[in-house]
């Protein structure tokens, strides 16, 4: 192969790699946060759906929740943002105490790992271990780009307020709360 040929090569290459990066960042422009349609209840009705196992390893079903509004934080014990918003949701789980309110998280991870990081941090809220099912959950919720963490707002209705894609800005949590 001559040096020409190559050039010629590693030129292509070159613009198929930023045709590449071109597609995939344009198909995640976009806000962060979404409003969801009204009448969409197809993802709640699978999340109520579900029976998962909580971070001591009894199996709870997720409709127990029905009728309270909801806050669902996707998390994962190796997401360096899910860990840092897991002491404000939990001081949040405090306030709300009492009130038509509930959060839990959904863990994608091992039942071990899960079991493991709930011991050694003091968790307000209940904890399920979805294993990576649970990022097909997720998705359905709208999370295309199956990036956490991610947080769910859901009225008592059961119909989905509000998403959010990345680590929690408490100050528009509690702007969105004071809307249901």
């Known amino acids: 192969m001559t040096k020409k040929n190559l050039l010629v090569y590693a030129v292509i290459a070159l613009m198929f790699g930023g045709m590449g990066a071109y597609v995939g960042l344009s198909k995640n422009k976009g806000p962060l946060t979404t409003v969801a349609e009204p009448g969409v209840t197809g993802p709640v009705q699978a999340l109520y759906a579900q029976s998962m ?5 009894t199996t709870q079903a997720l409709a127990q929740w029905k009728g309270k509004a909801l806050i ?24 709300v105490a009492g009130k038509n309110l509930q959060i839990i998280g959904i863990g994608i ?8 990081f709930a011991g050694k ?11 990576m099912s649970g990022t097909d959950l997720s998705r359905q919720f709208g999370n295309t780009a199956g990036g956490l963490p991610y947080t769910v707002l859901i009225g008592a209705d059961g ?15 509690r702007a969105d709360l004071a809307t249901l």
């Open 159 to 173: 119909q989905v307020k509000k998403t959010y894609l990345g680590r929690l800005k408490f100050e528009q949590l």
């Open 121 to 131: 941090f003091k968790i307000s809220y209940p904890v399920y271990v979805a294993g």
């Open 72 to 95: 669902v934080n996707f998390w994962a014990p190796w997401c360096g943002p899910c860990v840092e918003e897991m002491p404000e949701l939990s001081a949040l789980q405090h306030e």
């Open 109 to 116: 991870d091992s039942p071990a790992n899960i079991a493991q």
């Open 53 to 57: 196992a909580d971070a001591a390893g």
